[in-house]
């Protein structure tokens, strides 16, 4: 039973292109969180998800911003228009239930705007 | 704001030793969970404690829950230097719909 999968492992993207992150959760696991941590700092919470559905968005940018987590596939993260300040550590996870059991993280994928 | 806010936010301590590390909070939770971070990975969920709960024991870990003070302990006994990382503590709100990490405690566990 293969892990919280994410990908790619680090991205690198020239300002004003379009980030693609994937995260595919655990088998069976039916939700999805993603967070951002800067260096030395805490995981800020940006999204909810359970397939098909936003359940809270409320950590994620209204602009440039945006996820979705469909019936059949990953769970993309998707930043438009980068810029520099978008540089950071993004972490997907997932979990059987609603947030009442762990959490299963993937490994985070490294994006750096150049 | 992020709901836990862990304390000390560094803490470097002699192998052999216990570290203790705090979590405050501030609304009301369903539960609250502690992960680990080493340099550069992902998060390892270490333990998780129901707001009905005082405490709970896994291996070399003790945690403590006070939801009249909004509080938690991490307590890490005897520790290695392989404890070495940062610790975050996680809430989860009673819709039980979300998890909210404090800023982290990095441990540091000296040879």
């Known amino acids: 039973n293969a892990g919280v999968m994410q990908n790619p492992r680090h991205l690198v993207r020239r300002r004003g292109q379009e980030a693609r992150l994937r995260c595919s959760p655990m088998?069976?696991?039916?939700?999805v969180y993603w967070y951002r941590q800067l260096p030395e700092e805490g995981l800020k919470f940006m999204v909810y998800?359970?397939?098909?559905?936003?359940?809270?968005e409320s950590g994620m940018p209204k602009e440039r911003f945006s996820a979705e987590f469909p019936k059949e596939g990953p769970s993309i993260l998707r930043i438009q228009q980068v810029v520099r300040g978008d540089s950071a550590a993004y972490f997907c996870?997932?979990?059987?239930?609603?947030?009442?059991?762990?959490?299963?993280f993937g490994q985070g994928t490294r994006l750096t705007v150049v | 704001s992020q709901q836990g806010e862990e304390d000390p936010q560094a803490l470097s301590i002699q192998e052999g030793e216990n570290a203790t590390m705090n979590c405050s909070y501030k609304?009301?939770?369903?539960?609250l969970q502690w992960y680990r971070q080493n340099s550069g990975r992902g998060l390892v969920h270490l333990i998780l404690i129901r707001s009905n709960e005082r405490e709970k024991h896994s291996g070399r870990l003790r945690v403590t829950l006070d939801t009249s003070k909004k509080s938690s302990s991490l307590l890490i006994t005897a520790s290695r230097a392989a404890d070495t990382a940062s610790y975050f503590c996680?809430?989860?709100?009673?819709?039980?719909?979300?998890?909210?990490f404090g800023g982290g405690t990095r441990l540091m566990v000296k040879p």
């Open positions: 996680a809430t989860v709100n009673n819709a039980g719909n979300m998890l909210t």
């Open positions: 609304t009301s939770i369903n539960n």
């Open positions: 996870a997932s979990s059987a239930g609603q947030g009442a059991t762990e959490a299963f």
């Open positions: 088998k069976g696991h039916s939700h």
């Open positions: 998800l359970q397939k098909e559905n936003i359940i809270d």
